[in-house]
């Protein structure tokens, strides 16, 4: 807090710090000051409160004697309003154009006190800083430069305003020997306006603001400069549009300002419009040559850039709550394709990346998780084009190329990207945070974090053991080692897996029971040394990934739905094409087959190293089985929707040996069972397992899935069989895997409404 506050130029700007002071209770007085062409301003602004008092700039030296000391040069002191406005005040906020902070300083000099913190508001930093060197000699410890992102198209301290700087950013550039008391208070003075404070030195501050401000302005003027001389002799204004205005929106601005700020930042605008002039050319010889693809992976690699750009403003809200409506009755036919492999989608984005060369994936699953992964990579300087209809181009850097990432990789809902990611960032040059939604944010990470440790990584968790994960690279620190799982998990496996490409020998995991083998199979596509014998699997960091063109096949996971879906509901008889049936993901074919089940494997082909089938399933009566443990793991996301085959199969189910499905993106014993009991299903939860007494005897009624996507979309499907409608809460992370699941299912004959609220 502040007892007087000097505000040198009371326009937008600085009218809106006095008024952001002012209403925060920063300041006791807050004195104006300008120049003789101000005072219209000045008296505004005290009329309207902004000011307490305001002195203006006089020219020369009025001679005043002050009555209690007769020396003159003290009496012209004491007339001068320079001296007036700073004197005393704890802090002196510069609020004029950048092109006239020397003379302010050279104004100020004579009454410059080391009692206040000087700071100013100019939008280039290394001229205000050389500014000082010339006027003071060296650049004074109690000068903060500092500039606030903000502003407004209007002028004047009418237009000020209290919240100019409220969640915006502002950044600090202090010289090296800047007093750091000084810095903190001019830091906590910003923050208490709600801005978002960054401290970095001025060349940064400077380079950044030339891309990202001045160089648009640049580019808005020289198009309107352009297309006004051509205007005049063809009047092409009259004929555009929104388009036009946006872009140009900015060429409204005050052309003194910007004259003067590019001539302040000329050092680093100068590169970058001769890189955007290498641009230009570029997109001149792709149109010249006719290569659309380059030119589409352009534009396509700008718009996902702009996206990035507009998703940190984004306020975190509520995020949307949808509810699936579901008619009973209904039956499946027709031919369908599911979209693409969550778990090799994640891994097509991972291992392209640490390619050497281009990677070409078909087939992504372009869904929540997997989309997360894409994102982190691309947090982590990964070039990737698309996705578009589930084509994505990943430019790789190499097993050593990733870049630390600027902010905290945020990893939603996806345990998947969470696991595998902290083996690979564990033996990386930069350190890296994981973050998550809530419930990733309650999943265990000492499943990974424990023999992470015994590798020599350094992970962070909360006391409970999950993220954020706060990880520090240990480049060339870590290594191998040989580690048989206490669970059968593929995350675990591959995380220790991605790990061991950066340790120093050997690296093996040994698996209780078989568990999906994507990891495996995908490294030895990009000719990656991966040795297997028996259950166990074992790497080194000897070896290079070589980029590889992958074809993504659609998800048994998603397909068990419609494999369930057409089983229980009579008349049903569907084909979905292209299915994955790598052996590891079967188990859900294996049991609904002990159940009774009709599904025929078709047309078996291997693509890109995995098993490929279309899967002809028609009704057929269920009787319920004791589900062979051997299976679990094999089925392992299957069991909600593998609960309702059971519901309406004929006598008991039981499982057992299934108590990893208690820590899934919900307890899923629990809530299918919770859901189960709700409709009238006599569905008993076990400690690793369930046991359900069958019949089909499925009523209607509310369940929720506790934002569990699988859970969200068995009991949809459980709507086929049922006797009334059911109603499904908290399914808007259906998306996390299966977007497109409520307009397939009703293609092939269920009648679900969705609701978005
Ligand atoms: C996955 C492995 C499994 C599975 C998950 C995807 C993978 O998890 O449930 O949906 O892609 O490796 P666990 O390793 O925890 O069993």
Redesign the pocket.
Known sequence: MFNKLCVIGVGLIGGSVAKAARAQGLAKTIVGYGRAQDLVNLQTAKRLGVIDEFYIESVGWVEERNPTNHTANVGLRYANPTYQAVEGADCVVIATPVASIEAIFTQLKPFWSENTIYTDVGSTKGSVLAAAERVFGVIPDNLVPAHPIAGAEQSGVEAALVDLFSHKRLIITPASHTNPDAVQKIKQFWQGFGALVSIMDAQHHDGILAATSHLPHILAFALVDMLGHKDEQTEIFKYAAGGFRDFTRIASSDPTMWKDICAANKSEILPLIEQLRAELAKIHGLLANDDYQQLFSTFAYAKSARQRFLNQFEVPTMSKSITFHVQNGGKLQGEARVPGD??MS??SIMLGSLAEGVTHVKGFLEAEDALATLQAFRDMGVEIEGPVNGELTIHGVGKHGLKAPKNDLYLGNS??SM??LSGLLAGQPFNSVLTGDKSLSGRPMKRVTEPLAKMGADIKTTEKGTAPLYITGKAGQLTGIDYVMP????????CLILAGMYAQGETSVTEPAP??D??ERMLAGFSYPVKQDGSKVTVTADGKLIAADIDVPSDI?SAAFFLVGASIAEGSDLLLKHVGINPTRTGVIDILRLMGANIEVLNEREVGGEPVADLHVVYSPLKGIDIPEHLV?LA??EFPVLFVAAACAEGQTRLTGAE?LR??ESDRIQVMADGLQILGVDAQPTEDGMIIQGGGNIGGGTVTSHGDHRIAMAFSIAGLRASAPITVLDCANVNTSFPEFKDLVKNLGLDLVCEES
């Open positions: 969550k778990s994640h891994r345990g998947t696991r595998l669970m059968a998990s593929a995350q675990v496996k591959s568990t999906r994507h990891t996971s793991p392992i996301d990893e820590v899934k």
